[in-house]
């Protein structure tokens, strides 16, 4: 992103003086706001086409239109500013994002105007995403975004093939600590888990290898949702907060929940109770403590051994 205004890039993003979105105020304060969109209008050309928006507008959301269309370089005397790296698209969801502090995406079609996928349709909405993102740190644009961020949690969600290795660098560019960079490291753990203990071949290996900022958040984001009891690996997937168990002599990776399996177990448990075998206490055994299934076999063991031990039923027995 560039101007004749400046020589630099615009600086990366900060605090804009606890300015709250125009959505956020009450409504009598709101009412004081009209006149952002009633001001002069300024022009923000973007690949060879002019929007044409209110000027105060422009300035109460960035920093970066403020400084061009109120500074002392030929945008503020023109009223116009040619904006670079960003596409007439990304500007749309901008200009929506100004007037209404949301945005909405279209239908996803290709540069032909074909229709797509649902898995590549999905993939371009990130990829969408992630462009408006980017600019909008660039420019320091009035947020939070944590809409964003839900949305493209949603679609991800949904299927993780569809993140690609440009979505992954342009997340891992952003600063420490954004919503973006977070969400595609948390989206990445279960299967750089699985590729660590051998059950798939391991994805996005030069984004590790090349990327510093998103290796070292999966270092730190890995140990804190992870641990060992025994011959099981545990953790809470950080995307879902599902809980994950990788039972690693099998090399299987299951994600929960189990309810169904766990109430099917509690049912035959009480039936039954002498066809529990050995192997069945262990493996309960060396699940997580607080896990659904171990009250139940642990309570059956319980039974059994008070049973054995007791006279009166020794002698009921006989």
Not at 54 to 63: E, F, G, V
Not at 85 to 113: H, K, P, V
Not at 134 to 148: T, W, Y
Not at 254 to 281: C, T, W
């Amino acid at each position: 992103m560039s101007t004749s205004a400046t020589t630099e890039s615009p600086p990366k993003r900060r605090k804009m003086d606890d300015k709250p979105l125009l959505r956020d105020l009450p409504a009598n304060q709101f009412l004081n706001k009209l006149n952002l969109f009633k001001s002069p209008e300024a022009v923000v050309s973007v690949q060879g086409k002019d929007f044409t928006l209110p000027k105060a507008l422009l300035c109460y959301n960035s920093p970066y239109f403020d400084r061009a269309f109120n500074g002392a370089f030929k945008e503020a005397a023109e009223q116009k500013l040619s904006m670079q790296g960003c596409s007439t698209d990304t500007f749309a969801l901008l200009t929506q994002w100004l007037y209404t502090s949301q945005i909405t995406l279209g239908e996803a079609t290709d540069d032909q105007g074909s229709r797509l996928t649902d898995t590549e349709k999905m993939s371009q909405k990130i990829t969408q995403l992630l462009d408006f993102l980017k600019v909008a740190d660039e420019i320091q644009l009035l947020g939070p975004f944590d809409s964003v961020i839900q949305m493209m949690k949603k679609i991800i969600i949904v299927d993780r093939s569809i993140l690609t290795t440009i979505h992954i660098r342009t997340a891992a560019s952003f600063l420490n600590g954004h919503g973006a960079r977070k969400l595609f490291v948390g989206a990445y753990v279960k299967e750089y888990l699985q590729c660590l203990h051998g059950c798939q071949q391991l994805k996005f290996r030069a984004e590790l290898d090349e990327v510093d900022s998103f290796a070292a958040d999966l270092l730190r984001e890995t140990p804190a949702v992870r641990h060992y009891t025994r011959s099981i690996l545990y953790f809470k997937d950080p995307l879902t907060n599902e809980q994950a168990f990788l039972k690693l002599a099998d090399r299987i990776m299951l994600l929960g929940p189990f309810d169904d399996v766990i109430n099917a177990i509690k049912e035959l448990v009480p039936e039954d109770r002498s066809s529990l075998q050995s192997e069945h206490i262990r493996t309960a055994a060396e699940l997580p403590v607080g896990h659904a299934i171990r009250k139940p076999i642990a309570q059956a063991r319980v039974k059994d051994y008070l049973a054995s031990r007791s006279p009166l039923n020794q002698k009921d027995r006989i």
